[in-house]
């Protein structure tokens, strides 16, 4: 990856990339069916879209609105080779179309938002989600990644009638403190959550052995009131039904 060592993500990025979010990576890899659409928004330096892209053969639409982390997802498509199966979107999602102060962080490139208004500011293009679906883009998101730093919850509601789990199957969202409007809206649409767990380096498996041992560690556990991160998934589903028996069996 091409990687900007001077911002403290990317640097963790470099060393460690087992630690950006082990529950997310191990959504990619185990329940984003292969040949899947995944829609990576806030992708930043595009890590989750390409993990989609090599261990799923995905297509994958990247959103970003920092303008020099589109340059950055852009440069990483092309040194992998996944030019014919990415779509770079240079904008902000939100509730509406037009145009957003997007408030940029000068030290930690996970941090600039469209919500956090402090600091310098660009202005950027905002456009809904459910354009996706009515410009033809998509039929279906077979896995919808929402990491806006704060902006989560308007995101969401941009998919409009098309936030129903026989389009957008699996979502997984940085809820922050907006957990209860965020939960409310997807369960009384047909979706479970499950809060993601942190790990630590010593929980983890040693470098390089994550395809051998990380799929042995529990990732999920039932919905909890300090959740950060969530993975949603229709109700009824296998999936929702497998992690409700690893939690059960954990608790044990």
Same mark, same amino acid.
């Given at each position: 990856m091409?990687?900007?060592?001077?911002?403290?993500?990317?640097?963790? &990025?470099?060393?460690?990339?087992?630690?950006?979010?082990?529950?997310?990576?191990?959504?990619? $890899?185990?329940?984003?069916?292969?040949?899947?659409?995944?829609?990576?928004?806030?992708?930043?330096?595009?890590?989750?879209?390409?993990?989609?892209?090599?261990?799923?053969?995905?297509?994958?639409?990247?959103?970003?609105?920092?303008?020099?982390? !589109?340059? #950055?997802?852009?440069?990483?498509?092309?040194?992998?080779?996944?030019?014919?199966?990415? #779509?770079?979107? +240079?904008?902000?999602?939100?509730?509406?179309?037009?145009?957003?102060? *997007?408030? &940029?962080?000068?030290? =930690?490139?996970?941090? =600039?938002?469209?919500?956090?208004?402090?600091?310098?500011?660009v202005?950027?293009?905002?456009?809904?989600?459910?354009?996706?679906?009515?410009?033809?883009?998509?039929?279906?998101?077979?896995?919808?990644?929402?990491?806006?730093?704060?902006?989560? *919850?308007?995101?969401?509601t941009?998919?409009?009638?098309?936030? #129903?789990?026989? $389009?957008?199957? $699996?979502?997984?969202?940085?809820?922050?403190a907006?957990? #209860?409007?965020?939960?409310?809206?997807?369960?009384?649409?047909?979706?479970?959550? *499950?809060?993601?767990?942190?790990?630590?380096?010593?929980?983890?498996?040693? +470098?390089?052995?994550?395809?051998?041992?990380?799929? !042995?560690?529990? =990732?999920?556990?039932? &919905?909890?009131? +300090?959740?950060?991160?969530? &993975?949603?998934?229709?109700?009824d589903?296998?999936?929702?039904?497998?992690?409700?028996k690893?939690?059960?069996?954990?608790?044990?």
């Amino acid at each position: 990856m091409a990687l900007d060592l001077r911002k403290s993500n990317q640097r963790t &990025l470099f060393w460690f990339h087992e630690l950006a979010e082990p529950a997310l990576q191990w959504t990619i $890899r185990n329940l984003l069916p292969l040949g899947g659409t995944m829609v990576d928004c806030g992708a930043n330096a595009g890590l989750m879209g390409l993990l989609a892209l090599h261990y799923r053969s995905a297509r994958v639409f990247f959103i970003e609105a920092h303008p020099r982390l !589109q340059e #950055t997802v852009e440069a990483n498509l092309r040194l992998n080779g996944f030019d014919d199966r990415a #779509t770079m979107l +240079r904008w902000a999602a939100s509730d509406a179309e037009g145009e957003a102060q *997007f408030y &940029l962080n000068e030290t =930690h490139d996970g941090l =600039h938002s469209l919500a956090m208004q402090s600091g310098q500011s660009v202005t950027v293009r905002t456009r809904r989600l459910d354009t996706l679906f009515t410009e033809g883009l998509v039929e279906r998101i077979d896995f919808l990644k929402i990491d806006t730093e704060g902006h989560d *919850f308007t995101v969401l509601t941009g998919l409009g009638e098309h936030l #129903t789990p026989t $389009r957008v199957p $699996r979502i997984y969202v940085e809820t922050g403190a907006a957990l #209860t409007p965020i939960a409310a809206l997807l369960q009384s649409c047909g979706y479970e959550g *499950f809060s993601a767990l942190r790990h630590t380096l010593d929980a983890l498996p040693a +470098r390089r052995r994550a395809e051998a041992g990380g799929a !042995q560690l529990r =990732h999920f556990e039932p &919905l909890g009131d +300090r959740a950060k991160n969530v &993975l949603w998934l229709p109700a009824d589903s296998p999936e929702a039904k497998h992690l409700r028996k690893l939690a059960s069996a954990a608790s044990r």
